[in-house]
């Protein structure tokens, strides 16, 4: 199957006035990551100019120079760019500072900026920047809305020219890890930290080794059961830490450059340390203390709750279970473990609270979770450009009692005791040829990469950014592009579960509504609505769950009158009469907000539309379709939800729309 | 896989007094169907009392005689049995006379009935006795609750022991056609009517023939385009006759004795004559011209309707569509056309009124089809003995304006000029060692077999046969079984969707309850519930379903105070309040029949566990462990229906039971 090149595509840039810097390259390093540099570099100026630039043995007089310095400022992974008298120096202590600089530079003759007396510094504000790929070995993708897996066919792994290109945008973005394989590890994934798979592993690692991107596994916490016939997997049994050293000896003998393993355990039917009366942190410290010698890293996933939930009843709280598990453990977890908190207390929804733990975890490393696969919105049909709502999780203050108390400054290792390592989001990536499926959906993809460096760009930075690369260079492209994008999560929260409350979806797929798909279920995802009224209690009286949070946010939360209307349902079971801080009331905010993004999609079908011939056909045609769909499901959601709350509450539209 | 007889397992019947008329057997007759019946006769022997009978050469003085006679009342299939002076005559104008008098004979020594003076002549009271099979080519059966199938694996049609155990069961009950795959043809189940399967279809219709079972194939309508290549499949086109008729002239040169075939046509997806304009008899026609030379026959299903219907469109019902594509075909069938008609207008629900089309298609072939794969109703878990609901639908008058105007005497061709011609079901059967899965689900394979072929026999009748030919001889085996089998429709009924309004199931599985599963979908069955009331208005105000049937139903039917409460949801939107025939309000009733469900199947395992003592300890177990499914069912029925209606209405249940 042939792909596209997304953001890669060095279009050509008529007008450049700075095109000579672009003749010349000089540098002293070798290696492989500066190859991948200098091909980039290569590639890009044949396509962006005509003709590639050439390596030279000595400084140009007006060109690039690349160079190691030794500048403590820049760290592992930061750049610097100056403009000299005709000359670009990027400078870096690693080769892969340089790698990065040089996409810099490239990114910023794809937008156009001027060269001369360019001078900047980049430094990644986090330290772990990471996608996790839901691949599994059979070709398939949980959660993929964008063909098969390009890293698995037929039970092998594949390293390819696509993989390189993967690569390539990875690090052009900066991310620095990946893990290609499903969290839920099941049939020959299992053999990963086998012989059977060591070699194309190997082959993969190199491949990312030169791209600055640390290989990580999913791990089947059942492997020593599965693969070593060991009758238990009991963390504290002496026979299974044994299995696990031995079996991880072999592992970091044949690729010592593994990053380590992601782990999903106790949830959703995966085995665990549960299973054994033990703890999370005796499972991850077992696993950790066997790749503490090759600087392995495990990450646990903090996405342990009971999905065997009686819905009748009201005092257990899904969304209380990560906290509830985790938090009393804090300072248990070795130093090589990394708890990995998803970035709300239910799962990926439009709009969920953050998860408490950012800020109370004190003593533990962790990062944060979010998903750019857009399983609950709208699945890479509907557009949901999700950078706009990372920024707010983001900069959501914890409260924690530090200066620095944002959740962005925790991943910065800046606050908490330096405990806060970085970010991770579940890819959305596929094998069709433009990797996302819709074209617009890469923009979350480019997006998480850059706000993972650089938690101060903003989401218009971004889109701009990321819509120079892509798309011709037209002043109406890039603002109607950029207004699609930027309306787009919020039209997404206006036809779909409303306030907060989120699901609503369809069981299993969690595409388009079921009001009561998750209802009666055994999920622990509810929406209590009755005649009178709707949400779930997470107050004192209900399950507790807003006093998890640090004051104010806790008082906040609890108090109807305060708690933030996006959020009223997930914290309070109201009256459909209930007034909203906007002064509306519940059920008329309902009606008004799905009619509305009924509208805001029709409106952004004829924006698209507007820009017919000024973008490719294949592009404009492929977005178009996806358009077109979104508009069918923003009805039915509209029809849908409007009719249930309609038929269940008896009120009537004040303005007297239809209702069915 | 190992499996069991089912009621052929022929018990040892001990303290019979009448085991010397089985020690010696005499017929004139030779060939298959008689080797079949001395085969059946000494393996019964053997097994009940411990001795073979013997064949002899000579009339015995005491002992079985079977021969052929002609007297027309017998027909082609009746038999008849007199004892006089020790000896048992059994005759019959064909050899499958006597193999049906031979299985008659064996019931009555399980049920202990005596042989003297015993005096019986049987002839079947319908036409075509018949048995649908879902089964795919993959080994898959849709809707199979008992394992995959014994026909098909890798691919390939099986022939073995266990065929011949099928047929001598569907023989023994007097069921004589069989159609051995899924109506919607896929994959290679096209190819049956090619060289690729003729072979082994040879070896199933010789071993089907020696039992008197027609084999039918289910057709893939698109086969000339699929197989032949052909770019239409429009009946009128002459290529697409030529092919057709060329293809069932090799297919009947390999098979001479094929039945037929049976074919869905433009319905759920399937391909058919509307693509090109056609109606449906242009389809049928066309195929049944192809095979007429060779006495073949099409089965055509009437099962035809949008099934991408707008829920938001109150106009369009699909239950109507049946009646409304074929009623004004009555007449343009040729004479080897059957339409099969299923007993419903929706699809197998626990309850449903008679399709219209029955007493209105008066130049026509049909049959009727019914279920006993228990799809909606309880998916062979919960028990559901369907022969009192079988009985209710031909006990059913359609006031056609003849004298005997019931649907059992028009598909006995008693009414309507002869167009009806018997009765189809739905199986239940797979390759799990029991045949059915739980092993009360053998009564309705058993029982649809002895209405298809007599009527009048009673509910209470046929589970006693069935009882005594399954289970231990003993008195409270006998009436607790019967106890079951006979309160589990009405108790299936109770817990589950209310009124007749039918569905309410969850999507594509159909087991356990979605209230509103299929309310804002596209399957055109909707139960309309808002905060006042529910139903579907199929009155002359509504969509006019009513005004369908003959005088008085329609009127019956229309008006809201003569229409049976179990079908008010099916004909009516009424308001909660409204008051049943039976004095209760609906909310009340539904209320009170759920927690009653409940309540039922709780009795109905205290009965079963009486039984623990004096049944065979894995038939006992297998059934208990169904019936504690069936519990939890039944639970989650009650709640959740509960819980709908009481949030959606807000009337309390006036006995305070707990609702969620």
Redesign the interface.
């Known amino acids: 199957m042939s792909w596209e090149q997304a953001w890669l595509k060095y279009q050509a840039v008529k007008g450049y006035l700075d095109e000579a810097y672009f003749k010349e390259v000089y540098t002293l390093e070798e290696g492989k990551i500066i190859e991948n540099a200098l091909a980039e570099l290569r590639l890009a100026t044949n396509k962006m100019f005509g003709a590639a630039i050439e390596r030279v043995n000595h400084l140009p007089t007006k060109g690039i120079h690349l160079s190691l310095v030794s500048k403590e400022c820049l760290a592992k992974e930061g750049f610097q760019l100056e403009e000299k008298n005709g000359l670009i120096a990027i400078m870096a202590n690693t080769q892969i500072g340089l790698l990065y600089g040089v996409y810099e530079l490239l990114r910023r003759v794809a937008c156009k900026n001027k060269m001369a007396l360019l001078s900047l510094t980049r430094v990644p504000d986090k330290e772990l920047r990471m996608l996790n790929h839901w691949d599994n070995i059979d070709g398939s993708i949980e959660r993929g809305y964008s063909g098969d897996s390009f890293f698995f066919e037929n039970k092998q792994i594949v390293v390819n020219e696509r993989t390189r290109d993967y690569a390539r945008l990875l690090a052009s973005v900066g991310i620095n890890a990946t893990v290609i394989n499903n969290v839920n590890v099941k049939q020959e994934a299992t053999e990963f930290i086998t012989n059977t798979y060591f070699e194309s592993l190997k082959k993969l690692v190199e491949l990312f080794d030169s791209y600055g991107i640390k290989l990580f596994l999913s791990l089947n916490y059942a492997a020593c059961m599965e693969l070593g016939g060991l009758k238990s997997a009991d963390p504290l049994d002496e026979t299974v830490i044994a299995w696990w050293h031995e079996r991880m000896k072999l592992v970091y003998q044949e690729l010592p450059t593994l990053g380590g393993f992601l782990v999903k355990a106790d949830s959703e039917g995966r085995p665990g340390p549960f299973t054994y009366g033990r703890n999370q942190a005796d499972g991850a410290n077992m696993l950790a203390k066997a790749i503490a010698p090759y600087n392995g890293i495990i990450i646990w996933r903090c996405f342990v709750y009971n999905c065997q939930q009686d819905?009748?009843d009201r005092t257990i709280d899904r969304a209380r279970a990560a906290y509830d598990y985790f938090y009393e453990l804090d300072g248990a977890f070795l130093d090589n473990v990394i708890l990995q908190i998803k970035n709300g207390p239910l799962d990926f929804q439009v709009r969920e609270p953050f998860m408490p733990l950012f800020g109370k975890l004190k003593k533990t490393n962790h990062i944060m979770e979010v998903q750019i696969a857009q399983e609950y919105t709208g699945q890479q049909i509907d557009l949901c450009y999700l950078i706009p709502w990372f920024k707010e999780l983001l900069d959501s203050r914890t409260y924690c009692g530090e200066e620095n108390d944002t959740i962005k400054d925790l991943l910065k290792g800046k606050c908490c005791n330096h405990f806060g390592r970085g970010i991770a989001a579940v890819a959305n990536t596929g094998n069709s040829e433009n990797w996302t499926g819709n074209d617009l959906a890469a923009a979350n993809f480019y997006g998480f990469g850059r706000l993972a460096w650089d938690s101060e760009l903003t989401s218009e930075e971004i889109a701009k950014e990321w819509i120079c690369q892509t798309f011709p260079d037209e002043e109406e492209v890039l603002d109607t592009v950029s207004r699609l994008l930027l309306m787009s999560w919020n039209t997404y929260e206006k036809y779909t579960a409303p306030l907060g409350i989120g699901f609503m979806v369809t069981p299993h797929y969690h595409y388009g509504?079921?009001?009561?798909g998750y209802e009666?279920s055994r999920w622990g995802t509810y929406h209590r609505?009755?005649?009178?009224g709707i949400g779930v209690d997470r107050t004192k009286k209900g399950t507790g769950y807003a006093s998890l949070y640090y004051p104010p946010l806790s008082q906040m939360y609890e108090n109807v009158d305060t708690c933030p209307d996006e959020l009223l349902l997930f914290f309070h079971h109201v009256s459909y009469n209930h007034i909203l801080q906007n002064k509306n009331t519940v059920i008329q905010h309902i009606y008004d907000t799905h009619f509305e993004g009924v509208k805001d999609v029709e409106r952004m079908i004829q924006m698209w539309k507007g820009l017919e011939h000024k973008l490719p056909s294949k592009e404009f045609h492929r977005v178009e379709a996806c358009f077109h769909k979104q508009l069918d499901n923003a009805k039915?959601w509209c029809?849908?939800i409007n009719?249930?709350f309609?038929?269940?509450?008896?009120i009537n539209d004040k303005r007297g729309r239809k209702i069915?």
């Open positions: 819905w009748r509504p079921n009001i009561d009666y609505a009755d005649h009178f039915e029809d849908q009719s249930y309609y038929r269940k509450s008896a069915y």
